[in-house]
């Protein structure tokens, strides 16, 4: 009886997850990666109602954990209908993530949390793999060669991975909050670095035998013995604090990413965005957050390093560009935070241009020396001065040229900066009216970039 209690009960939560995601496929939603996972998981569902009589009481006590997690998805495909998002950066974005990632889908959710996030790791892979072995439910167990053969069939028509990335709904109308998502993006490639590389990093820094040290040092400091084996005392502190730096560098590597993606306009988007939390709080350390005064220093050294490849200062004259970049050479804090942090600051100022050369060899083209052009900026500056959207210039033969979505942030915060007065209500309209433009301005740059690409690719 309690069996066939259970089975209903579980019955009852398929079927309605089935109808909700059945509901989901007939709405719009501004990524195709949102389509892509619908379609995904109801195949998924599918099986499982199909063959949902055959389980065991192990699989249907599996079940019973899995089902909340399509829940979640289901909340986040929701949220990313296109009548939530901003549909005028969606083409860019699309356009620079496939650059970057190439066959990966991604899906914009908007929440109502102050913050950037992503689900840095393929939300494809997670349903495979790390809940709760789902193969166990869609496919009978074969040899590990043919289950392979069944899994790769099953996802070919499928992107190679699908990222969620999640962004305030309050700033879906701030064309600078474009810039933080790069950060985001910066994620998939840090996760990536810190596979590959982070055992030789705290290696060559030394930083595996100092934790060692310290954990020593800390034994015979205390009082009262730790009741265990020194060595495995040793061993837990070292794990846990080689575990904080590496959520640490996760986040500063994404940083670094941003800033080579945006340039100048990540160190001021980013600037604006601490504002929520302050700029010397260290409180979130051990969640992999520094104080925004050390990402900011890492941001600005980022930019610094690639500018001098090229000899440029983007800086100009702008006195609130000055007053920020002083307020960031202030002393930071997060030496205090305690002697393992310490310790990896020292190692991670030595390997700091290292990873520089890994992100811009991982960007590539889209470094953002190669579209950022002050030239272009100060049109995109006049086109807001006359109200009109700065989607596109004309040269002086009268070619009518796009303007890369990097050229309007710039010339967006430009030309808001350039605005600022006592009047705080006058630069909120203005700043508005900006932002609007800009945010127009990209997609239209976009499509007509895409416009352009298509006569070529016809006449070619």
């Not at 496929?25 to 998924?44: H, M, N, P, Q, V």
């Not at 949220?79 to 083409?91: D, Q, T």
């Not at 052009?373 to 700065?390: A, G, H, S, W, Y």
Request: overall charge neutral.
């Amino acid at each position: 009886m309690l069996k066939n209690l259970l089975q209903g009960e579980l019955y009852s939560k398929l079927i309605t997850l089935k109808k909700h995601y059945n509901e989901l496929d007939t709405y719009e939603y501004a990524t195709k990666g949102s389509r892509d996972l619908i379609d995904f998981i109801l195949d998924i569902l599918d099986i499982i109602d199909i063959r949902f009589e055959r389980y065991s009481d192990r699989k249907l006590y599996l079940l019973k954990s899995l089902l909340p997690f399509f829940g979640k998805i289901c909340g986040y495909i929701s949220e990313s209908r296109l009548k939530n998002i901003p549909w005028s950066i969606v083409p860019a974005y699309a356009r620079l993530f496939k650059t970057i990632h190439l066959n990966t889908g991604f899906i914009l959710c908007p929440i109502w949390e102050t913050s950037y996030s992503i689900i840095n790791t393929d939300i494809l892979e997670i349903l495979f793999q790390e809940v709760l072995s789902i193969k166990k439910f869609i496919f009978d167990f074969d040899t590990k060669k043919e289950l392979e053969s069944k899994v790769k069939k099953f996802r070919k028509n499928m992107p190679d991975g699908i990222y969620i990335i999640f962004f305030p709904k309050i700033e879906r109308l701030s064309a600078l909050h474009f810039s933080l998502l790069g950060h985001e993006i910066g994620h998939i490639f840090a996760a990536e670095w810190l596979s590959s590389n982070f055992d030789n990093f705290i290696r060559t820094t030394a930083i595996d035998t100092e934790f060692e040290r310290m954990a020593m040092e800390d034994i015979k400091k205390r009082q009262d013995k730790p009741d265990m084996f020194v060595d495995k005392y040793i061993l837990q502190i070292t794990t846990t604090y080689l575990n904080y730096i590496k959520k640490i560098l996760c986040e500063l590597i994404a940083d670094i990413y941003g800033a080579f993606i945006f340039g100048q306009t990540t160190l001021i988007s980013s600037f604006l965005f601490s504002f929520g939390s302050g700029l010397d709080d260290t409180s979130f350390w051990s969640e992999g957050y520094l104080s925004w005064k050390y990402r900011l220093k890492n941001i600005k050294r980022a930019i610094d390093f690639l500018d001098l490849k090229k000899s440029i200062n983007p800086n100009g004259d702008n006195i609130t560009v000055k007053n920020i970049n002083k307020i960031i050479n202030e002393p930071h804090k997060d030496n205090s935070i305690n002697q393992y942090i310490s310790m990896f600051l020292v190692g991670f100022n030595m390997k700091a241009e290292s990873i520089f050369e890994d992100v811009i060899k991982n960007l590539n083209s889209q470094i953002y020396l190669n579209y950022i052009n002050q030239d272009i900026v100060e049109k995109v500056k006049m086109r807001f001065d006359q109200l009109v959207t700065p989607n596109s210039y004309f040269d002086e033969n009268l070619n009518e040229f796009p303007i890369d979505f990097r050229n309007i942030l710039s010339g967006t915060w430009q030309y808001c900066f350039d605005c600022i007065s006592s009047d705080f209500k006058k630069y909120e309209i203005i700043s508005k009216q900006i932002n609007l433009l800009s945010i127009k301005g990209i997609e239209m740059s976009v499509e007509q970039d895409n416009y352009n690409d298509f006569i070529k690719e016809r006449d070619s």
